[in-house]
C-alpha cells in the first residue's frame, strides 16, 4: 500500500490531512521563514539548503519567497 505522500508523488488522489503531509509542510513553513525574515547569508543558504536538499552555489532570492 502507498503512503499519502507516495500517491502524491505518483499524481494520484491523496489525503494532504495524513500526519507525514502535515509535518513536511510545517518544516516548509519554517524554512520558508528563515528565509523570509533573516538577513544573515549563512542562515539564509541553511535554510535554503534544507528546504530545496540541493541547490547550485550561485542560487539569490531576492524579496519574499513563497509556495502557494
Do not use: C
Not at 40 to 55: E, H, K, N, P, T
Amino acid at each position: 500500500m502507498m503512503t499519502e505522500h507516495e500517491k502524491l508523488l505518483a499524481g494520484q488522489n491523496y489525503d494532504y490531512r495524513d500526519p507525514e503531509l502535515q509535518r513536511m509542510i510545517a518544516r516548509g513553513k519554517k524554512w520558508l521563514a528563515v528565509i523570509n525574515t533573516t538577513q544573515d547569508v549563512d542562515q539564509r543558504s541553511a535554510a535554503i539548503q534544507q528546504l530545496f536538499g540541493q541547490v547550485g552555489q550561485r542560487l539569490t532570492i531576492n524579496g519574499t519567497f513563497s509556495a502557494v
